[in-house]
């Protein structure tokens, strides 16, 4: 199973700021399957990320993904007020299960 | 705009089955792949599995041997049904379009395992 380790737990910024996740992998994540999602409370997750750095539809592009094997990075350009929520990456390479990581709360500061 | 959304009993008996099931509306269930995540509370998402439309399946290898998920293109919905629960079943369960990213996503219901 290929462990996703988010960093950090819990990243504190103000609205204009730049924001930068981390989800780093035990193993190398084939062909960059990797997604991320914001996920707020009482909402379900919303995709932003497919594919390491494919924007997901409607998805405003001061979101961007990169990143490839094990190490991969959302960034958040410009910190809007409606940015500040939990973020999960998620492998959906060649080996399963499919997995997430454990989440990076982005916290207004 | 397509929209999910999850039906079901919000409270299972221990060592009985969850049953749940996924209404797709407002387009085909057809050429797509369809999902089942679970967020137990206070953690984080779990991937359960998914169903192609043609009704073939992919599960997390950890619920194999208690899961089964199935698809009704008439009734355009999809089921998941997970058998033997505990507690540690409890869990926000979504549903989601698509068997790798997620781009569609149901609000989620909550399923209590308790006597």
């Known amino acids: 199973e290929i462990v996703l380790t988010q960093s950090p737990g819990t990243l504190s910024l103000s609205p204009g700021e730049r924001a930068t996740l981390s989800c780093r992998a035990s193993?190398?994540?084939?062909?960059?399957?990797l997604a991320w999602y914001q996920h707020k409370p009482g909402q379900p997750p919303r995709l932003l990320i497919y594919?390491?750095?494919s924007r997901a539809t409607g998805i405003p592009d001061r979101f961007s993904g990169s990143g490839s094997g094990t190490d991969f990075t959302l960034t958040i350009s410009r910190l809007e007020p409606e940015d500040f929520a939990v973020y999960y990456c998620?492998?959906?390479?060649?080996?399963?299960?499919?997995?997430f990581g454990q989440g990076t709360k982005l916290e207004i500061k | 705009q397509v929209q999910l959304q999850e039906s079901g009993p919000g409270l299972v008996k221990p060592s009985e089955t969850l049953s749940l099931t996924c209404t797709v509306s407002?387009?085909?269930?057809?050429?797509?792949?369809w999902s089942w995540i679970r967020q137990p509370p206070g953690k984080g998402l779990e991937w359960i599995g998914y169903?192609?439309?043609?009704?073939?399946?992919n599960y997390n290898p950890s619920l194999k041997s208690r899961v089964t998920i199935s698809v009704d293109t008439s009734r355009n919905q999809f089921s998941l049904r997970l058998s033997s629960v505990t507690a540690a079943d409890s869990a926000v369960y979504f549903c989601?379009?698509?068997?790798?990213?997620?781009?569609?996503w149901g609000q989620g219901t909550l399923v209590i395992v308790s006597s």
């Open positions: 989601a379009r698509g068997g790798w990213s997620h781009d569609r």
């Open positions: 407002g387009g085909s269930i057809s050429s797509y792949y």
């Open positions: 169903v192609y439309f043609s009704g073939s399946t």
């Open positions: 193993q190398s994540v084939s062909s960059r399957y």
């Open positions: 594919d390491a750095s």
């Open positions: 998620h492998q959906y390479g060649s080996s399963l299960p499919y997995t």
